[in-house]
């Protein structure tokens, strides 16, 4: 007889499953529709845009974040560039006057508030139809804007998403981070083509300036700014694309405490802006993003959790038999080669499905890496993050539970 756990999870390990076919009927449906732009292009219009760059303590990030705006291709008279110190301590500031004589650069400093403040105060003092924010840990490809742009040719589209990359991974943390970032390309292009974006990261969205003008600045949102103003678009009804030839390159945490800090951050903002705006859970009203989106992460959330109790539960009972036995027999110190047999094969249905799920991870994977790259690479990379973060991930998935449970923020710094 089946018990009512092994039910539960045949059936999260199902939607798991669901949820990654059903991205890749989307891809196989729109794939001509993914263009990947390699030469310049020219827009019929050049209309004027506002980047924003908050910053605090960014003394070493700074000159490439700044430097990578002013080579954009795009006339320098319709980019406004804002730079706002939010009260750094180290010599961030002192470096921005050295950018403050380009003509469209405007440098300012303010009492530090966070990040969501910093960005305020350059909406304030932005004069463009639309406005982006760059991370100051992130530069951008000379071309991202002007492909971006070309989104807004829709008037329906009231936000666009670039595509974010690791740049230069140096260590195993970073080459797993840069799997992962490639298949969050895929990913999100495909949440862009069914309407259900739920994040539009800082380094490099472009908004209509009237998103802010009619649905109001950014919030703190539990240190998740760029998810809620997602989410608060979403719930209006406001159309986000992903743009997947707008590459923007980031630096990735290099240590496994950065790494779990940085997802103890975008797990709790996940779970407490979903809290926020529960009431659009399963309405129809508000599209895929509350009939798909959403439900998903919290499948993907619930599975990976699962997994991890139910490979922890293995161990231990494993180790209960082998304690049994010894009381029983003694220790056995021999060794003896096991005959190779299907027998000692494990081809229950459980093992079948999370095969079939990693094996469909690993195509969203190869797919995100040729929208990313031009081409389809198997990669050692994908190892590394199923390696990586197979052991690591339900920690910080834990940790975010815990977190909203008993209502602690974690830090951000």
Known sequence: MISSSMIFAYFITFLAIYIQVFFLVTFLERKREIIRREKEIELKDYPVVTVIAPCWNEEKTLAKTADSLLKLNYPREKLQIILVDDGSTDRTYELMQEYANYPNVEVYKKENGGKHTAVNFGLEKARGDFVGCLDTD????????????????????????????????????????????????????????????????????????????????????????????????????????????????????????????????????????????????????????????????????????????????????????????????????GFNFPSLSWFYIDTGVSVILIIILFSLLIVSMILGSRMANGRVKLSVNILYFIGIYSFIAPFWLIKAVYNTAISKKPSWR
């Not at 936000?159 to 990913?187: D, G, T």
């Not at 390159?249 to 529960?278: E, H, M, S």
């Not at 959790?305 to 293995?314: P, T, V």
């Open 138 to 333: 992130s530069f951008v490809h000379p071309e991202a804007l002007k492909r971006i742009i070309t989104y807004f040719d829709n008037p329906e589209v009231m936000a666009v998403a670039p595509s974010i990359i690791i740049h230069e991974p140096k260590n195993l943390i970073q080459y797993a981070q840069k799997a992962e970032y490639e298949m969050a390309v895929y990913i999100k292009k495909m949440l862009g083509f069914l309407g259900a974006i739920h994040v539009t990261p800082g380094p490099f969205s472009i908004f209509r300036k009237e998103v802010f003008d009619k649905l109001g600045n950014y919030r703190q949102a539990h240190n998740t700014e760029d998810m809620e103003i997602a989410y608060r678009m979403q719930s209006n009804g406001y159309r986000i694309e992903q743009c997947n030839d707008a590459y923007v390159y980031t630096v990735a945490p290099g240590t496994i405490k950065g790494l779990f800090k940085q997802r103890l951050r975008w797990i709790y903002g996940f779970l407490n802006n979903t809290l926020d705006y529960k009431h659009v859970l399963f309405r129809p009203k508000y599209g895929n993003f509350a009939l798909f989106t959403i439900p998903a992460g919290i499948i993907s959330i619930s599975a990976a959790l699962y997994l991890f109790a139910g490979s922890i539960g293995n161990i231990f009972n494993r180790g209960m038999e082998k304690f049994t036995q010894a009381r029983a027999v003694g220790l056995d110190f």
